[in-house]
């Protein structure tokens, strides 16, 4: 499982947003994959059963706050944790831009895009046909790439329509 936590803990965080958040998904998945160890089927594809579960997690603890919403941070406990953050440019500009997708939108993304997952693999860890993976891959390059020109009116009435 060594070998994949750069890519879980790069998921992760693209998922949540959040560095705690993401070292708490990644430590979830982890413990769930060693929990349940033995349901893994030996010669299938590792990376792609941890990504499974990682998903499941996320989609299950999004549901979860949607019926229990917590209070939001006060605005000077938002700004002290915008102050930590480093400044980096175009790649802040792309995690912002991805932040704006359709969830299911942005998980499509960062699985073939950033994780190089295969349709196939994307289809599977998703638990949706792979037709849907090429459809929302299309829409979601095509909002990021109206985002990322500027044009989030747009990106913004296309995801209305």
Do not use: C
């Not at 989609?59 to 706050?65: G, L, P």
């Not at 299911?104 to 638990?127: H, I, K, M, N, P």
Request: a neutral charge; hydrophobic letters at 35%.
């Amino acid at each position: 499982m060594t070998p994949h936590l750069p890519r879980l803990r790069r998921y992760a965080r693209a998922l949540t947003g959040e560095r705690s958040a993401a070292d708490d998904l990644v430590q979830d998945t982890l413990e769930r994959a060693l929990s349940r160890f033995h349901l893994w089927r030996q010669g299938s594809d590792l990376r792609a059963w941890l990504f499974t579960i990682m998903h499941n997690i996320y989609v299950n603890q999004t549901r979860s706050r949607i019926r229990h919403p917590q209070e939001p941070l006060d605005e000077s406990d938002a700004n002290e944790l915008r102050s930590r953050e480093p400044d980096w440019g175009e790649l802040r500009d792309i995690d912002e831009a991805l932040a704006r997708l359709p969830g299911d939108q942005r998980s499509v993304v960062l699985l073939v895009g950033v994780e190089q997952f295969t349709y196939e693999e994307a289809a599977q860890v998703l638990d949706i046909p792979i037709g849907t993976v090429m459809s929302r891959l299309s829409r979601g390059r095509e909002r990021l790439r109206l985002l990322l020109n500027g044009d989030s009116r747009t990106a913004t009435l296309k995801v209305v329509k």
